[in-house]
């Protein structure tokens, strides 16, 4: 599933009826703040994420998310070890995310293992996160 955070958005610009804008804040809403478990800082530059991602879908996708002045893409995708992430800054300055998940002991980003049960690094470029039951 793919959840693009402008273009949903932007999608109600044309004259929305009231009961049409409620709705569509709550789907969006729903997708951004329940599944991607999203819990934006732009004062400080950084994101929590606390991903679920349901057992017969192969990957989620959040793109173009806006914290303050930067834009950032995630997907979470199955792979045969678990579950991996990417993400990218698309633009604007590098973003601090902490990353937690149900279940999850350890992450790997980039190489590098983290104990404790969550990643916490600056998403500058792009990077890739598996994650450790």
């Known amino acids: 599933m793919d959840i693009d955070v402008p273009l949903a958005l932007g999608?109600?610009?044309?004259?929305?009826?009231?009961?049409?804008?409620?709705?569509?804040?709550?789907?969006?809403?729903?997708?951004?703040?329940?599944?991607?478990?999203?819990?934006?800082d732009a004062l400080n530059e950084s994101v929590a994420l606390r991903p679920f991602l349901p057992d017969t879908w192969p990957e989620l996708s959040l793109r173009q998310l806006r914290v303050g002045q930067s834009l950032a893409d995630f997907l979470l995708?199955?792979?045969?070890?678990?579950?991996?992430?990417?993400?990218?800054?698309?633009?604007?300055?590098?973003?601090?995310?902490?990353?937690?998940?149900?279940?999850?002991?350890?992450?790997?980003?980039?190489?590098?293992?983290?104990?404790?049960?969550r990643a916490v690094f600056r998403l500058e470029q792009e990077h890739q996160v598996a994650f450790h039951t």
């Open 11 to 40: 999608a109600w610009r044309v004259t929305p009826a009231p009961a049409d804008l409620m709705a569509a804040s709550g789907v969006v809403g729903a997708a951004v703040f329940g599944v991607w478990g999203v819990r934006p």
């Open 77 to 117: 995708r199955r792979t045969r070890n678990g579950l991996a992430l990417s993400a990218s800054r698309v633009r604007g300055p590098a973003l601090r995310v902490l990353l937690t998940c149900e279940g999850v002991e350890a992450f790997e980003v980039d190489g590098v293992e983290l104990t404790g049960g």
